[in-house]
């Protein structure tokens, strides 16, 4: 029988983000997918949010962010997802502190048991001052 990956239902980069104690809900602060900086190579802290939908039983969520060649990793995250209803959304948040290299367009990749099921678009910008 073939596995049923789940279904992605967003899968965002954000600069913060608030879970509410209560509901559970998350707050996604200024969703991005640029990094501007004066200088390279350039650290700036992220936050990626996911919610996956009709999953089964526990899978392996991965995230990796590389050049848009997908020949440089720039950063990869792991996180294990467990789903308790397919009916029921699994979300999660997790921090990525990625160094861009240079200014350029980059790629972040959602896998789930190594089958890629989303990718978001990134650009590392380099911004001049002045006065």
């Not at 919610?51 to 995230?63: A, E, N, P, T």
């Not at 060649?69 to 699994?90: E, H, Q, Y």
């Not at 350029?104 to 006065?131: C, H, I, W």
Request: proline share 8%.
């Amino acid at each position: 029988m073939p596995v049923q990956l789940p279904v992605v239902r967003a899968f965002l980069v954000c600069r913060d983000i608030v879970r509410d104690a209560r509901s559970g809900m998350y707050s996604l602060i200024h969703i991005c997918d640029t990094a501007f900086s004066g200088m390279f190579p350039c650290g700036r802290e992220y936050f990626v949010y996911v919610s996956l939908i009709d999953g089964r039983g526990v899978c392996i969520v991965d995230l990796k962010l590389t050049d848009i060649d997908g020949t440089n990793v720039i950063w990869c995250g792991r996180v294990s997802v467990k789903f308790a209803d397919p009916a029921l959304p699994a979300e999660f948040a997790i921090p990525a502190t990625p160094a861009w290299p240079c200014p350029g367009k980059y790629m972040l990749e959602l896998s789930v048991d190594g089958n890629p099921l989303a990718y978001y678009r990134m650009f590392a910008v380099q911004v001049t001052q002045t006065v």
